[in-house]
């Protein structure tokens, strides 16, 4: 590869400056121009954030009026009511102590056995099974139906108040109150019984005011599969040998952790199936005749290990009663109980059938808000059946008329009435099955009701995003970027005056009305989102007439590049149309990318120069290439069925496929470097270190792989290496190279040298000639390394398989910044449309879907064994939105790729800031079309599983670009490399 050199004028002078260049002076003949361009910097930085402000406001109202909540009553059920004094419950107490055992991710195949499997999962827990069979009056098997969302906190939920949790639930899985409606955990308090605790710090969070007894351990580290069994093992066998205690709780959470980390098809599913078997041998071991032993697990997990979703496997747990007093339960006939294709045809029953059946049976009142029915099999024969029927159906209507939207359905009151005049003459079968309807029927017209979205927020949501995509397209796009500079100082003081006087008008206007459907806060947050609006088309308007922004609007979408941009736009925004088409938008996203890769193979041949024609096809069809290796690498959602084989994973040649990447990637970075002759100086460090970095991740994800397969790898002198020094290596290399690479490496970028060399050679007349190595991309070849430094951090904390798509990503995207200069489209909306689509295509081979149960959790705890803010929140940030993250970072190589140093800063700036809000402007249509589908699609059968998940992706997404832009884009690397550049260049 040839080397350019260049000279520049006045080189001497520039090498004086080289040689005396500090971050901290001024050229004094340059002070206005930094000046300038600061202010430039910080009006851009405010315009920026306004922007995201109003995007923030609008996200949430949506999100308000979108995520379902449902109604809660206040009112608390007791002994003394109608409905239970003097009704003969008490013949329906039949045990005087209950013991829980909550497995987490019990899923329902783990318990059944599966002769024909030599799965790690089957055939392990075998005791439930076997003691139903041996014992059927003693023992009751069940499979166990949550709600969605499955995940442990809305489990409690239901699992205790007998209610349905609602999506957005969900978000509050990690921030857990105290559940103040009622529930069977607070009459027991109530009605003077003793609880005691074990495990899962969840109960801790949401029950402690009614726990006598507390033990909780951290229930968030999934890479801790012991910690937390052992000491439910530990505390609670003891405590069955003391009388200290009416109701005893053990959660366990090894088993989902297993599921969270490995899997449920490795062998630590079995050792720890084998462990809850003999722990479940050793409680009975312990229990008498008047305590009932309960065993179920919250949720299940789906094929990867995973929750959250409402796959069949994620929403079908176990559930597994137990007692040692004869004919305590009763048996249905042997054909519900039929375990064939692992008990596809098993008898089930909700979870919240578990809270009227066990407060009955442990003679407590039904919690108020329930709405499930007893579980037959618990009962001893139909005519207590019957009654705890009778009993349930006066707790549900009584719910029903308590509550304004519910009382007034005259079906359901009609049918309650007619129960209510049979029970004394109607047979146990005939009312059973009555009460059987009614309850259904009012399940169903309970989920349709909290199926009522909240369409005025949802309403003002979609108008406030409408209208900051709006100004984003104005300003970016319609108004010359020169001219935005200079706009912006009117804009700006105009948004911050509109905001404080829009605020203080909407908020007393909601102090003298006060309006029962919104609360002041949300009012003042309107009031915030109008006055940015406001401030920022008063002086738009003042200078542009509508019309002229309309007509230029069609000037700017003319030209073959400008209209394909277009037509990608609108592609990507299409799919959220159809759920066949959202739920392969990997796919979509790979055949656009490809699309241009072969467009721009044919545009390449048009080049002018022989050389940018070589080099362009080059690119293009690398382009093309991998774009195709990277899209077979692929995390399955389970809408796809068997049209996706899965082949994200961890095996050991992937891991070893870690080094030849530390060796490989650099150079293909130096290459790049070479081709403008920019390996100078900065670049050859960075490179080293980057080099460094690598191998580092590579031996962290080595040591992880150890760690996990330890006991089946047959090299000896890994096995006689200790758990606790590999867990303990792990720790100290990632923090050391997290460390590093976002801290310590960014410090050095922005007090470190450019990637120049100046090379001064003496001529025949004995005058000294100089010549800059790099001049020529100056400015590109040192904002790389600021992306490098980023690269870092995010290879450290993606899997294995996800750092070999990153390193097509990184090649994918230098070749694409060559084409944008052969194909002078630097400046065309159709490169920071095809940024826009690496960052949402990479997103899935890298090891995700838009999906709840595809976020990898596990990488929180990479750097820490426990949730510590931000060291817990930053992995999983960065696992989850990395590539988001390094196309934001990358903006502005679009402009500083292979350009010289420019005696107009101010102006390179504005194109900067123009690229960064075409790029913002895009990702905001795509949120926007989310926002709209979803909208459309609320009453679709498949609106909770594909189209709310990926709004609320799409929202994620739009939150970090802009924070990304704002924190690092515009103030801290564009601006601080322009300010340098200019100072030594002049």
Same mark, same amino acid.
């Given at each position: 590869?040839?080397?350019?050199?260049?000279?520049?004028?006045?080189?001497?002078?520039?090498?004086?400056?080289?040689?005396?260049?500090?971050?901290?002076?001024?050229?004094?003949?340059?002070?206005?121009? *930094?000046?300038?361009?600061?202010?430039?910097?910080?009006?851009?930085?405010?315009?920026?954030?306004?922007?995201?402000?109003?995007?923030?406001?609008?996200?949430?109202?949506?999100?308000?009026?979108?995520?379902?909540?449902?109604?809660?009553?206040?009112?608390?059920?007791?002994?003394?009511?109608?409905?239970?004094?003097?009704?003969?419950?008490?013949?329906?107490?039949?045990?005087?102590?209950?013991?829980? $055992?909550?497995?987490?991710?019990?899923?329902?195949?783990?318990?059944?056995?599966?002769?024909?499997?030599?799965?790690?999962?089957?055939?392990?827990?075998?005791?439930?099974?076997?003691?139903?069979?041996?014992?059927?009056?003693?023992?009751?098997?069940?499979?166990?139906?949550?709600?969605?969302?499955?995940?442990?906190?809305?489990?409690?939920?239901?699992?205790?108040?007998?209610?349905?949790?609602?999506?957005?639930?969900?978000?509050?899985?990690?921030?857990?109150?105290?559940?103040?409606?009622?529930?069977?955990?607070?009459?027991?308090?109530?009605?003077?019984?003793?609880?005691?605790?074990?495990?899962?710090?969840?109960? +801790?969070?949401?029950?402690?005011?009614?726990?006598?007894?507390?033990?909780?351990?951290?229930?968030?580290?999934?890479?801790?599969?012991?910690?937390?069994?052992?000491?439910?093992?530990?505390?609670?066998?003891?405590?069955?040998?003391?009388?200290?205690?009416?109701?005893?709780?053990?959660?366990?959470?090894? $088993?989902?952790?297993?599921?969270?980390?490995?899997?449920?098809?490795?062998?630590?599913?079995?050792?720890?199936?084998?462990?809850?078997?003999?722990?479940?041998?050793?409680?009975?071991?312990?229990?008498?005749?008047?305590?009932?032993?309960?065993?179920?697990?919250?949720?299940?997990?789906?094929?990867?290990?995973?929750?959250?979703?409402?796959?069949?496997?994620?929403?079908?747990?176990?559930?597994?009663?137990?007692?040692?007093?004869?004919?305590?339960?009763?048996?249905?006939?042997?054909?519900?109980?039929?375990?064939?294709?692992?008990?596809?045809?098993?008898?089930? $029953?909700?979870?919240?059938?578990?809270?009227?059946?066990?407060?009955?049976?442990?003679?407590?009142?039904?919690?108020?808000?329930?709405?499930?029915?007893?579980?037959?099999?618990?009962?001893?024969?139909?005519?207590?059946?019957?009654?705890?029927?009778?009993?349930?159906?006066? +707790?549900?209507?009584?719910?029903?008329?308590?509550?304004?939207?519910?009382?007034?359905?005259?079906?359901?009151?009609?049918?309650?009435?007619?129960?209510?005049?049979?029970?004394?003459?109607?047979?146990?079968?005939?009312?059973?099955?009555?009460?059987?309807?009614?309850?259904?029927?009012?399940?169903?017209?309970?989920?349709?009701?909290?199926?009522?979205?909240?369409?005025?927020?949802?309403?003002?949501?979609?108008?406030?995003?409408?209208?900051?995509?709006?100004?984003?397209?104005?300003?970016?796009?319609?108004?010359?970027?020169?001219?935005?500079?200079?706009?912006?100082?009117?804009?700006?003081?105009?948004?911050?005056?509109?905001?404080?006087?829009?605020?203080?008008?909407?908020?007393?206007?909601?102090?003298?009305?006060?309006?029962?459907?919104?609360?002041?806060?949300?009012?003042?947050?309107?009031?915030?989102?109008?006055?940015?609006?406001?401030?920022?088309?008063?002086?738009?308007?003042?200078?542009?007439?509508?019309?002229?922004?309309?007509?230029?609007?069609?000037?700017?979408?003319?030209?073959?590049?400008?209209? =394909?941009?277009?037509?990608?736009?609108?592609?990507?925004?299409?799919?959220?149309?159809?759920?066949?088409?959202?739920?392969?938008?990997?796919?979509?996203?790979?055949?656009?990318?490809?699309?241009?890769?072969?467009?721009?193979?044919?545009?390449?041949?048009?080049?002018?120069?022989?050389?940018?024609?070589?080099?362009?096809?080059?690119?293009?069809?690398?382009?093309?290439?991998?774009?195709?290796?990277?899209?077979?690498?692929?995390?399955?959602?389970?809408?796809?069925?068997?049209?996706?084989?899965?082949?994200?994973?961890?095996?050991?040649?992937?891991?070893?496929?870690?080094?030849?990447?530390?060796?490989?990637?650099?150079?293909?970075?130096?290459?790049?470097?070479?081709?403008?002759?920019?390996?100078?100086?900065?670049?050859?460090?960075?490179?080293?270190? *980057?080099?460094?970095?690598?191998?580092?991740?590579?031996?962290?994800?080595?040591?992880?792989?150890?760690?996990?397969? +330890?006991?089946?790898?047959?090299?000896?002198?890994?096995?006689?290496?200790? =758990?606790?020094? $590999?867990?303990?290596?792990?720790?100290?290399?990632?923090?050391?190279?997290?460390?590093?690479?976002?801290?310590?490496?960014?410090?050095?970028?922005?007090?470190?040298?450019?990637?120049?060399?100046?090379?001064?050679?003496?001529?025949?007349?004995?005058?000294?000639?100089?010549?800059?190595?790099?001049?020529?991309?100056?400015?590109?070849?040192?904002?790389?390394?600021?992306?490098?430094?980023?690269?870092?951090?995010?290879?450290?904390?993606?899997?294995?398989?996800?750092? =070999?798509?990153?390193?097509?990503?990184?090649?994918?995207?230098?070749?694409?910044?060559?084409?944008?200069?052969?194909?002078?489209?630097?400046?065309?909306?159709?490169?920071?449309?095809?940024?826009?689509?690496?960052?949402?295509?990479? *997103?899935?081979?890298?090891?995700?879907?838009?999906?709840?149960?595809?976020?990898?959790?596990?990488?929180?705890?990479?750097?820490?064994?426990?949730?510590?803010?931000?060291?817990?929140?930053?992995?999983?940030?960065?696992?989850?939105?990395?590539?988001?993250?390094?196309?934001?970072?990358?903006?502005?190589?679009?402009?500083?790729?292979?350009?010289?140093?420019?005696?107009?800063?101010?102006? =390179?700036?504005?194109?900067?800031?123009?690229?960064?809000?075409?790029?913002?402007?895009?990702?905001?249509?795509?949120?926007?079309?989310?926002?709209? *589908?979803?909208?459309?699609?609320?009453?679709?059968?498949?609106?909770?599983?594909?189209?709310?998940?990926?709004?609320?992706?799409?929202?994620?997404?739009?939150?970090?670009?802009?924070?990304?832009?704002?924190?690092?884009?515009?103030?801290?690397?564009?601006?601080?490399?322009?300010?340098?550049?200019?100072?030594?260049?002049?």
């Amino acid at each position: 590869m040839s080397t350019i050199t260049d000279q520049p004028p006045d080189a001497e002078e520039v090498h004086k400056r080289l040689m005396s260049n500090n971050r901290s002076s001024r050229a004094t003949k340059n002070q206005v121009r *930094f000046s300038k361009l600061r202010l430039a910097s910080v009006l851009y930085t405010i315009l920026f954030l306004s922007i995201a402000i109003l995007q923030f406001i609008a996200l949430g109202f949506f999100t308000k009026g979108f995520l379902l909540s449902r109604q809660v009553l206040d009112n608390h059920s007791s002994l003394t009511d109608d409905v239970f004094s003097n009704s003969g419950a008490e013949q329906l107490r039949n045990f005087d102590k209950a013991v829980f $055992v909550i497995i987490d991710a019990l899923r329902f195949d783990f318990v059944i056995p599966d002769p024909h499997s030599d799965k790690p999962y089957h055939n392990h827990l075998t005791l439930p099974y076997e003691l139903t069979s041996k014992y059927p009056g003693q023992s009751v098997l069940l499979k166990f139906l949550a709600d969605p969302p499955t995940t442990t906190l809305q489990r409690l939920k239901g699992l205790t108040t007998g209610s349905l949790p609602t999506f957005v639930d969900a978000g509050s899985n990690f921030d857990g109150d105290v559940i103040d409606e009622d529930n069977f955990i607070k009459q027991l308090y109530s009605n003077g019984k003793l609880t005691s605790f074990v495990g899962d710090d969840t109960w +801790q969070a949401v029950f402690g005011p009614f726990l006598n007894q507390s033990r909780p351990y951290d229930s968030l580290n999934v890479w801790d599969l012991h910690t937390v069994d052992n000491g439910v093992i530990e505390h609670l066998l003891p405590q069955l040998e003391t009388s200290e205690w009416d109701v005893l709780v053990g959660h366990l959470l090894g $088993v989902d952790h297993c599921g969270h980390r490995y899997g449920p098809d490795h062998y630590a599913m079995k050792d720890k199936q084998l462990q809850m078997n003999e722990f479940l041998g050793n409680i009975i071991d312990k229990l008498d005749e008047d305590t009932l032993l309960v065993v179920f697990g919250d949720h299940g997990m789906d094929r990867t290990g995973n929750h959250g979703g409402d796959s069949q496997d994620e929403l079908e747990a176990a559930l597994w009663m137990y007692s040692k007093k004869p004919q305590s339960f009763q048996s249905l006939s042997q054909g519900n109980y039929d375990i064939t294709g692992n008990g596809k045809n098993y008898r089930a $029953v909700n979870q919240i059938d578990l809270v009227p059946t066990f407060s009955l049976l442990f003679g407590l009142p039904i919690p108020f808000n329930s709405l499930g029915a007893p579980i037959h099999e618990a009962f001893a024969n139909d005519e207590d059946f019957k009654l705890a029927n009778h009993l349930t159906v006066q +707790q549900i209507q009584r719910y029903r008329n308590h509550s304004s939207s519910l009382k007034d359905d005259k079906q359901i009151n009609a049918q309650y009435e007619k129960l209510m005049s049979s029970f004394e003459s109607s047979a146990p079968e005939t009312y059973n099955a009555a009460f059987t309807e009614y309850q259904t029927l009012s399940l169903e017209r309970c989920k349709d009701l909290w199926a009522r979205f909240d369409m005025f927020s949802i309403t003002v949501g979609i108008s406030l995003f409408f209208i900051s995509v709006l100004i984003l397209i104005i300003y970016f796009k319609l108004i010359p970027s020169v001219v935005g500079t200079q706009l912006s100082e009117e804009i700006v003081p105009a948004i911050v005056a509109m905001s404080l006087l829009s605020t203080v008008i909407f908020s007393s206007v909601s102090l003298v009305l006060k309006p029962g459907f919104i609360s002041m806060g949300w009012v003042s947050l309107l009031g915030v989102a109008v006055g940015i609006i406001v401030g920022f088309f008063i002086p738009v308007f003042d200078r542009y007439s509508p019309l002229w922004l309309i007509r230029t609007s069609m000037d700017k979408v003319r030209g073959f590049w400008s209209l =394909l941009g277009m037509l990608f736009i609108f592609v990507h925004c299409a799919i959220f149309a159809s759920n066949s088409f959202t739920i392969w938008e990997d796919r979509i996203l790979a055949h656009l990318l490809s699309t241009f890769g072969f467009i721009a193979l044919l545009k390449s041949l048009q080049a002018r120069s022989k050389v940018d024609r070589v080099m362009g096809v080059y690119h293009s069809v690398a382009f093309m290439v991998i774009t195709r290796v990277t899209s077979l690498v692929s995390v399955c959602r389970e809408e796809q069925g068997d049209s996706c084989v899965p082949t994200f994973g961890i095996p050991w040649w992937v891991v070893s496929l870690l080094c030849v990447n530390a060796l490989i990637l650099p150079e293909i970075i130096k290459g790049f470097y070479n081709i403008s002759a920019s390996y100078h100086s900065a670049a050859p460090l960075w490179n080293s270190f *980057f080099r460094a970095m690598l191998f580092m991740i590579a031996l962290y994800w080595g040591l992880e792989y150890i760690e996990r397969n +330890q006991s089946i790898i047959e090299i000896p002198l890994i096995q006689h290496l200790q =758990l606790s020094s $590999v867990h303990f290596a792990k720790f100290t290399i990632a923090r050391i190279v997290a460390g590093i690479t976002l801290l310590a490496a960014n410090y050095a970028w922005s007090r470190g040298p450019l990637c120049v060399r100046l090379d001064i050679k003496h001529n025949e007349t004995s005058s000294k000639e100089a010549c800059i190595m790099g001049y020529h991309n100056v400015y590109g070849s040192e904002y790389f390394l600021l992306v490098i430094n980023f690269l870092s951090a995010i290879m450290l904390f993606t899997k294995p398989m996800g750092q =070999l798509v990153i390193f097509g990503f990184v090649f994918q995207l230098l070749g694409f910044l060559e084409l944008t200069k052969i194909l002078e489209i630097r400046e065309n909306l159709i490169s920071p449309v095809v940024m826009g689509l690496l960052g949402g295509y990479y *997103f899935f081979p890298t090891g995700h879907q838009a999906t709840i149960p595809s976020i990898n959790w596990e990488i929180g705890f990479s750097l820490v064994e426990s949730i510590i803010f931000p060291l817990t929140h930053i992995p999983i940030t960065l696992n989850t939105f990395g590539s988001f993250i390094l196309v934001a970072l990358s903006m502005p190589l679009l402009t500083f790729w292979r350009i010289p140093p420019s005696s107009k800063p101010i102006s =390179l700036y504005a194109r900067i800031a123009e690229n960064c809000g075409t790029l913002l402007t895009y990702q905001s249509v795509v949120t926007l079309t989310s926002l709209i *589908f979803a909208t459309v699609f609320r009453r679709h059968l498949m609106v909770w599983k594909i189209f709310a998940p990926r709004f609320m992706f799409a929202s994620m997404v739009q939150i970090v670009i802009n924070v990304v832009l704002i924190v690092i884009v515009i103030g801290f690397g564009s601006g601080g490399l322009i300010v340098q550049i200019t100072r030594i260049f002049g």
